[in-house]
């Protein structure tokens, strides 16, 4: 899991490990802020590395999180 450093550099992608934890998160609490609230609990940083909000993690769990290194420009 990535974990919040404070330096720069922090990911700013969705890997598949932090799309499992937000899911199992999720799962584990049935609420997205109590999902988004354990996350930050547990020091994982979001896909920016910021903190996780609800609607951070309903964007995951229902996949229409859209990774910005990953689009392709100029379409």
Known sequence: ???RTGKAGR???LTRELER???RA???TG???AAA???NEQGIAGA???RW???SVRRIVQGNYVDKSRAKSGA
Do not use: D, E, F, N
Request: net charge positive.
């Open 1 to 3: 899991m990535v974990k």
């Open 37 to 39: 609230r354990l996350l």
């Open 21 to 23: 934890a937000v899911r």
């Open 31 to 33: 609420s997205l802020t």
């Open 53 to 55: 909000h609800p609607v």
């Open 11 to 13: 990911p700013k992608t």
């Open 48 to 50: 920016q590395g910021g």
């Open 26 to 28: 999720y799962r584990q």
